[in-house]
């Protein structure tokens, strides 16, 4: 009960700074989510931190519902609001306040510096997030081609993710994985 | 003028269209979801205020699709109505995603679901790396915009420096190299 006690205000503390940290999409900060609750919280292992993630992924929704499932693997029900509201109130009153300025300054030269210049920089944590998400799985040689497949149908095709994931989630109930 | 206000939605429709949004699309599909629903089926938007939105919603902090509801919701009916987007995006999925969520924690010693699982978790990686590619293709234009992503990528991904380390070093290079020239 004292560990559930501390693990909320973990919570709460983690996911409300990842928030406005979370640049680019909340896929740039699942390194430091894997980071906090893998290996200085210890909440769950590598392998479940990875299994979650694909949960996230496979189900309908945005993607930054992973830190309701890290939540409630940390403290429950409770953890799990918690988490989900500390991930998107701060960085949403945020959001709120850019909005009403946002059409008011299009020539301002820091919105097309931001818009130009954060850019690569995005790119680059999205593809870190893939990057250690890989590592943690604990990627053998067939799933390397499984992922190497499916990122090609991805990125070259229109093909429905969802269709993607399920693909590969029955590819591996099949134990060709 | 008139066809906007001809569009201004109420709370209950910003809710449940944002909720319809989330519920048919999934993980890398939102953005294209929305556009969809926003610009092609509702009208709310034009396509350039979509785009220049979606951009800025990219850059700032918070999850990119939450960060659209809110400014479309804003849009319209200012704090309720992005209230209301945002209730309307995650409500059902959070919902639907701790079922699972405990599912599996109860579950996950089955071989079979764990088979699975690592086929999706393949699967999802992929997504992610597809949506590095798709946008690396349009934006890594030249030598500069190289650099950034891969000093980003090795300092988060290889060496797994905290977020804030290294956008201290790499955003404030980001935009001394972007900022619009002076005429």
Redesign the interface.
Same mark, same amino acid.
């Given at each position: 009960m004292k560990d559930e006690g501390l693990n909320l205000i973990h919570v709460l503390i983690l996911f409300s700074s990842l928030?406005?940290? #979370?640049?680019?999409?909340?896929?740039? *900060?699942i390194?430091?989510m894997h980071?906090k609750a893998v290996e200085s919280y210890s909440w769950m292992n590598g392998k479940?931190f990875?299994? !979650?993630?694909?949960?996230?992924?496979?189900?309908?929704?945005?993607?930054?519902?992973l830190v309701? $499932?890290i939540g409630?693997?940390a403290a429950g029900?409770t953890g799990?609001v918690l988490a989900?509201v500390a @991930?998107?109130l701060?960085?949403?009153i !945020? *959001?709120?306040l =850019?909005?009403?300025l &946002?059409s008011r300054s299009a020539d301002s030269?820091?919105r #097309?510096?931001?818009?130009?210049?954060?850019?690569? $920089?995005? *790119?680059? !944590? =999205? !593809?870190?997030?893939?990057? =250690? @998400?890989?590592k943690s799985?604990d990627?053998d040689w067939r %799933? &390397?081609i499984?992922?190497?497949?499916?990122?090609l149908?991805?990125?070259t095709t229109k093909t429905?993710?969802?269709l993607?994931?399920?693909? %590969?989630? $029955?590819?591996? &109930?099949?134990? &060709? *994985? | 003028m008139s066809d906007a206000a001809k569009a201004c939605p109420s709370l209950a429709e910003l809710a449940l269209t944002f909720n319809h949004i989330s519920l048919v699309s999934f993980g890398g599909g939102l953005s294209a979801w929305s556009r969809e629903v926003v610009v092609v089926e509702k009208k709310w938007m034009s396509e350039e205020e979509f785009l220049s939105i979606l951009t800025m919603c990219r850059i700032l902090p918070g999850a990119n699709q939450v960060n659209v509801a809110i400014f479309v919701g804003a849009k319209f009916l200012g704090l309720p109505g992005a209230v209301a987007a945002v209730f309307g995006l995650t409500f059902l999925p959070a919902v639907l995603i701790l079922l699972l969520g405990a599912a599996y924690f109860q579950y996950s010693h089955v071989p079979a679901l764990q088979d699975a699982l690592k086929g999706a978790a393949a699967g999802a990686i992929a997504l992610t790396l597809s949506m590095a590619f798709k946008t690396g293709r349009k934006c890594l234009l030249g030598t500069v915009p190289w650099i950034l992503f891969v000093a980003t990528f090795f300092l988060n991904g290889i060496l797994r420096w905290p977020l804030f380390g290294v956008l201290a070093l790499t955003a404030p290079l980001a935009l001394l190299w972007a900022w619009p020239k002076a005429k």
């Open positions: 928030s406005l940290l #979370s640049i680019g999409g909340g896929n740039t *900060v390194p430091e980071r479940q990875a299994d !979650l993630f694909a949960i996230s992924q496979a189900t309908p929704g945005p993607s930054i519902l309701t $499932l409630y693997k029900i799990a989900t @991930m998107i701060p960085a949403g !945020l *959001v709120y =850019v909005s009403r &946002w030269p820091l #097309s510096a931001i818009e130009k210049g954060f850019a690569p $920089l995005t *790119v680059g !944590l =999205v !593809l870190a997030s893939g990057w =250690v @998400m890989s799985a990627h %799933a &390397w499984l992922t190497g497949a499916c990122t149908l991805c990125t429905n993710p969802i993607i994931v399920g693909g %590969a989630a $029955l590819i591996g &109930w099949l134990g &060709w *994985v | -």
